[in-house]
């Protein structure tokens, strides 16, 4: 992440994470994520998001995911931003592990798609947080006969 120290508050994010396959075209057995892991952090803005992607939500095994974000915190205490993610499977193979995505690739192409994420957060009161997310999911060559996927969720957190 880099953040820009002049009055405009951007912030501009790059991400690759690798989870590795087998070379059997199998999902690999030698690393898992433990399941305590919450794919949540904070990029640049006031709340967090979820950095594989809103939509998709991944574990990373057989996966390789590439990240570009752009943000900028504007008001008191909000913020926007819009991330995309590419997704491409290390060996290819008709499953993915824990992902939000219904429909399993058909084993011959790596291409699994793209997101693209816009998160905006509002901090603005004293006991209360908005969140609001958009994102949209396009298939790669990996779901020959893949629809797009859309998100939308407005979450209201009262801290006490």
């Known amino acids: 992440n880099w953040r820009s120290s002049s009055p405009s508050r951007l912030t501009l994010s790059l991400g690759l994470a690798h989870g590795s396959g087998d070379s059997g075209g199998t999902q690999d057995s030698r690393v898992r994520q433990t399941g305590l892991q919450d794919n949540n952090a904070r990029l640049g803005g006031v709340t967090a998001v979820r950095y594989y992607g809103e939509l998709m939500a991944?574990?990373?095994?057989?996966?390789?995911?590439?990240?570009?974000?752009?943000?900028?915190?504007?008001?008191?205490?909000?913020?926007?931003?819009?991330?995309?993610?590419?997704?491409?499977?290390?060996?290819?193979?008709?499953?993915?592990?824990?992902?939000?995505?219904?429909?399993?690739?058909?084993?011959?192409?790596?291409?699994?798609?793209?997101?693209?994420?816009?998160?905006?957060?509002?901090?603005?009161?004293?006991?209360?947080?908005?969140?609001?997310?958009?994102?949209?999911?396009?298939?790669?060559?990996?779901?020959p006969t893949g629809e797009p996927a859309t998100l939308a969720r407005l979450q209201v957190r009262y801290r006490y």
């Open 58 to 143: 991944p574990e990373l095994s057989n996966m390789t995911i590439s990240t570009v974000g752009i943000g900028r915190r504007f008001m008191k205490a909000s913020s926007i931003e819009l991330i995309w993610h590419t997704y491409h499977q290390d060996i290819a193979s008709t499953s993915l592990l824990r992902t939000s995505i219904d429909q399993d690739p058909d084993g011959v192409s790596k291409d699994l798609g793209s997101e693209l994420d816009l998160v905006v957060g509002i901090r603005r009161f004293e006991r209360w947080d908005f969140e609001i997310v958009g994102a949209r999911f396009e298939p790669g060559s990996a779901f």
